[in-house]
């Protein structure tokens, strides 16, 4: 038979006819028991290898099935499986809807920031904690931090109504950056300053889906600098959003507005736009405004009345009052952000969420945030005044279904800041930065046969700190940074009882190229044991984080105090008239700076002692940037020159100089009263020869001078120290390894309680320190004996009786006097002595271009840092409505030390060894209410600027009640009382004192 091509297409449809009678469709939807789509879940039938995974909407369709009757299974991580019997017959494609029970959401909760993917939180291989976001608008905290703050291992630290800091298992402080925080997988970090502050960049509450807190080592995916762990805060879709308006009003002026509109454009595109305005009276700081009122309160910082705003320079006098944008007065302006108090903060945010559906497999989401706000910070230099500050966000996240057997995920967002008008309270310095950073990561998952699953991917952060010197100082044109990620992850499940999950991440930047590394890996192993009879996990984990040198401790270059020993600490303005007027300013200036790529090095004499530098230089015509060796006759003889009157003067001013000058005066009244009878005038003769001779010890210490000179060299807390041992060079800053070995168990103990328990050794190599002084103040020491010989010389010459009666009168015992029958060595050795205290040099970095000032780094020590710790959490559910939860942490130390180069360093973990939390919550449809407790023992913190000091324990109880208005759909009231009894207390060293705050909101769902 001859076929021709009518024959051909009439085969080709008997054939696809057959084909499309035994290999029909099974088509549906996949839908939670609240109606939500859910996207991934896998749908099987049941005795065939045939299955697909849902679609974004939901919807998947599986094909290659002859006519049959077919059981179809839905399952979807945190969700009861749902199946249906479905019959294919006639060559009919067949549909069906499952809908899934999630059942108890508090037993099943869902998290995907342990493994980078979704897993039930029982089976996560590390310590996690989640929120929905039900709970939190349950709760109406004033911020996110307030509710997250109170976990276990969660290290809380409230400086203000709404300011805080927040890290996981010891190492807090101000302005810290320790945890990672992600919104949507956007790093909240700000470019330079690297601190979470979560108070501006977090959502609010009614659009998180859900906060998910992992401790200890964190996944590859969220980069290095995850080394306690991450805050990832997942917002809603806008696709599950509708309208909504609200308001919050509270004690001290609190209020907060709020607005958002949800549409969606069509099936596959949907947006969110809100805003937010809040603004309230802060906790008044009453910081003082004197050194003499700070010493007296036991610490140096304060906040002066009058300020003057500059920018400083790399040049001397390291100040520039012209260029700042403020015009004030050479004595100063007032200090009105911190003099008028109370504060009022002020933040207003602008947000927008749009997610597209392409198609079926795909979801593409741009978020946009931009916030203008007006704070007071406290950082680790003192309290900083953000003034109209904006800050911008903008992410653009592509996710897609089936690329490569798996599903691929690609990120990019950028963070700009622009602040133009910020400047310290501590000394008016004006704060610069319009800063930015860009980051895109690419991640593919690829689920494997037999239990596996492999995940890669890689990132690039690149960050351009531009703060025209105010921060970086010196290093403000070798300070960007780009940083290079690549990372996996195995999991192997060995049947439902073992699975094993290995990571790792290798990291490569420019810093590390330029300090000779080659790069840096972080791996972390973990084992979970799933035992057939026990509802939960036991889990082994050990991991690696990489801590790599952040801005500050590179590049970080700033003033903390101007004119701080002389004009602040004595009183004494050399360049005032009544000191001499002089043309440059002596005065020490207090800075603190990163290492950058060199590490710290000191310029030393011919036998390694350091030498130092003198703002004094200018008086002998050279510059401030000079070194001189210890013993240089020529500035000690300039020096006490100029010291020698100036500490005279302060002894005759001082208490003991008076009281002496009342006896002097007296003894010398009596003796005139006896000699000539003239008892009424006594009294006066006696105060004119006390005044004479004061005068002409001034005289004395204005013209006599030590034979020979040497210099001793002091701390900050005028301790003498050897310059050999305390100052030796220090290499340049490397990355820090954080080691964590965990043992848990999560999972359920009953039918309606929940346990957690974490045991953990944390082992730190190369830990940075805060700033600490790495200056030596330099004095001048006179030679004792030379002095006396010097001063008997100048008595015998000088024809003055009355002044060698003063001099001598130090030889008497009430005066402290050895007796010996000349008081020239009491008064040589008191003089001296104050001499001695007059710094008048700095043993300074060679990295600091600022002459003979003092300055603050970081150090990097070479001893381990080790520490334990327990968290435990319980939560009990007796009813559908009720929860009840308790947690307790507990730190092996709440201060380590350490020996590093032979000088002991102290590590304080800015808090405290035992912690407790608490609460209880009902929750039904149309009302909530509930109670938590917050316990905390008293510890030992770092402030800021070099301060430190005790924080006493304390407790707070707060309680919250919400109900939903049967009388007008879609209306709620809120009420929240935090610390209902009103402990007034403080939780950082020179924070504010805190009580009770009441607030009440209404919203409304339109």
């Known amino acids: 038979m001859k076929l021709n091509k009518a024959s051909f297409q009439y085969m080709f449809a008997l054939l696809f006819s057959v084909a499309t009678l035994f290999a029909q469709n099974i088509t549906g939807t996949v839908n939670g028991d609240d109606g939500s789509a859910l996207a991934g879940a896998n749908v099987a039938v049941e005795g065939t290898d045939t299955g697909a995974s849902s679609n974004q909407d939901g919807s998947f369709s599986i094909s290659g099935l002859s006519d049959g009757t077919y059981t179809v299974t839905a399952s979807y991580i945190g969700y009861e499986d749902a199946s249906a019997v479905v019959t294919i017959s006639g ?30 939180v029982t089976e996560a291989p590390a310590s996690v904690t989640v929120f929905g976001g039900e709970e939190l608008e349950a709760r109406s905290a004033t911020t996110l931090t307030d509710v997250i703050g109170n976990q276990a291992g969660v290290e809380y630290m409230k400086t203000g109504l709404e300011s805080s800091n927040l890290s996981l298992r010891g190492f807090n402080g101000v302005f810290s950056g320790a945890i990672h925080a992600v919104v949507d997988n956007r790093w909240t970090r700000a470019p330079v300053v690297n601190a979470q502050l979560l108070q501006f960049f977090a959502p609010d509450d009614s659009d998180v889906d859900r906060v998910e807190l992992v401790r200890g080592p964190a996944s590859p995916m969220y980069g290095p600098d995850t080394q306690q762990g991450v805050i990832s805060l997942f917002t809603k879709s806008p696709f599950n959003q509708g309208n909504r308006v609200a308001i919050t009003v509270g004690d001290r002026n609190f ?48 906040e002066p009345e009058l300020i003057r705003r500059g920018l400083q320079t790399t040049s001397y006098p390291f100040i520039d009052y012209a260029s700042s944008g403020y015009d004030d007065p050479v004595g100063g302006a007032p200090n009105s952000a911190t003099a008028d108090e109370p504060f009022s903060p002020e933040a207003t945010v602008f947000e927008t969420k749009t997610e597209f559906r392409p198609d079926l497999k795909s979801n593409l989401t741009i978020n946009t945030r931009m916030a203008n706000l007006s704070a007071i910070e406290m950082t680790g230099v003192g309290r900083q005044f953000a003034d109209d500050v904006d800050l911008m966000q903008f992410q653009l996240a592509y996710f897609r279904q089936d690329v490569l057997g798996g599903d691929l995920y690609l990120n990019f967002f950028t963070n700009i800041n622009d602040q133009k008008t910020t400047y310290s ?153 009544a000191f001499g007027g002089l043309p440059f300013n002596p005065d020490i200036q207090v800075k603190a700076m990163g290492s950058t790529t060199t590490g710290w090095t000191y310029d030393r004499d011919a036998n390694g002692v350091p030498t130092y530098r003198s703002n004094w230089s200018p008086a002998l015509g050279l510059d ?149 002084n790495i200056s030596g103040m330099v004095t001048v020491l006179g030679d004792g004996g030379s002095y006396v010989g010097n001063v ?24 402290g006097g050895n007796g010996n029958g000349t008081g020239a060595d009491e008064f040589a050795g008191l003089l001296l002595g104050q001499v001695a205290q007059a710094p008048i040099g700095m043993i300074a970095p060679e990295q600091s271009p600022y002459g003979g000032n ?68 009902y929750a039904s449809q149309d009302l909530s209410y509930g109670m938590t407790l917050r316990y ?49 207390h403080r939780e950082t060293f020179l924070g504010p004192e805190m009580g009770r705050f009441t607030s009440l909101s209404l919203g409304y769902d339109l």
Do not use: C
């Open 255 to 302: 209020m907060k507005i709020y607005g958002r509109v949800a549409h969606q454009w069509g099936a596959r595109a949907a947006t969110r736009v809100s805003f937010s305005h809040r603004s309230f009276d802060d906790w008044e700081s009453n910081m003082p405004r004197s050194l003499a009122e700070a010493q007296a309160q036991g610490h140096s910082y304060y």
């Open 936 to 984: 905390q023992d008293s510890y030992f913190a770092d402030g800021f600027s070099g301060t430190s000091g005790n924080v006493d324990g304390f407790y707070t109880v707060g309680v919250n009640a919400k109900w939903n208005l049967e009388a007008v759909d879609g209306l709620s009231v809120g009420l929240s009382i935090d610390n209902i009894t009103d402990v007034v």
């Open 91 to 120: 060559g009919q494609a067949s549909s069906v809807n499952l809908t899934l029970d999630r059942g108890d959401i508090r037993l099943n909760q869902v998290v995907v920031s342990a493994s980078l993917k979704k897993e039930l």
């Open 425 to 577: 309270l501590v000394n008016g310095n004006v704060v610069y930065d319009e800063s930015s950073n860009r980051a895109f990561q690419l991640q593919h998952t690829v689920p494997m046969k037999n239990g596996q699953t492999i995940i890669w991917g890689l990132d690039y952060l690149d960050r351009t700190p531009e703060t025209k010197g105010t921060i970086n100082g010196k290093n403000e044109d070798d300070d960007n940074f780009d940083n290079l990620g690549v990372y996996y992850s195995y999991e192997k499940k060995f049947s439902d009882v073992f699975k094993f999950v290995g990571t790792g991440r290798f990291d490569q930047n420019n810093y590390l190229d330029a300090i000779g590394t080659s790069g840096v890996f972080a791996p972390k192993l973990a084992f979970v044991w799933s035992p057939s009879d026990v509802r939960g996990n036991f889990r082994l984990t050990y991991g690696e984080n990489i801590d790599l040198p952040g801005n500050f401790p590179k590049n970080l270059d700033i003033a903390v105090y101007r004119d701080f020993v002389y004009k602040q600490g004595l009183g004494i303005d050399f360049q005032s008239p």
């Open 792 to 815: 008997l010389t100048y008595l015998a010459t000088a024809g003055d009786a009355n002044l060698v009666n003063w001099i001598n009168g130090w030889d008497a015992a009430a005066a």
């Open 854 to 921: 003092l300055i603050y780094g970081y150090k990097q020590l070479t001893e381990d840092l080790n520490l334990q710790g327990l968290e435990v959490s319980m939560n009990y559910f007796p009813s559908a409505e009720w929860t009840f939860s308790m947690n307790m942490s507990l730190l092996s130390d709440s201060s380590l030390t350490v020996d590093f180069e032979g000088v002991e360093q102290f590590v304080n973990m800015n808090t405290p060894k035992f912690k407790l939390g608490g609460g209880m919550q």
């Open 624 to 772: 401030v940037n000079t070194n001189y060796a210890m013993g240089n006759s020529t500035m000690n003889a300039a020096a006490f020159g100029v010291w020698s009157p100036v500490m005279m003067g302060a002894i005759l001013q001082s208490a003991a100089g008076q009281g002496y000058n009342a006896a002097f005066a007296a003894q010398v009244g009596a003796a005139y009263a006896a000699a000539t009878g003239d008892v009424a005038g006594a009294a006066a003769y006696g105060a004119a020869q006390a005044g004479a001779a004061a005068q002409a010890v001034m005289a004395l210490a204005g013209s006599v001078s030590p034979s020979a000179y040497s210099n001793i060299v002091i701390d900050e807390t005028f301790s003498i120290v050897n310059p050999l041992t305390q100052y030796p060079d220090f290499p340049a800053t490397k990355e820090t390894t954080w080691a964590q070995t965990e043992f848990g168990y999560k999972g359920q103990v009953s039918d309606n309680m929940t346990l957690s328990v974490d045991v953990y050794d944390l082992v730190i190599s190369d830990y940075v320190t805060n700033l600490q």
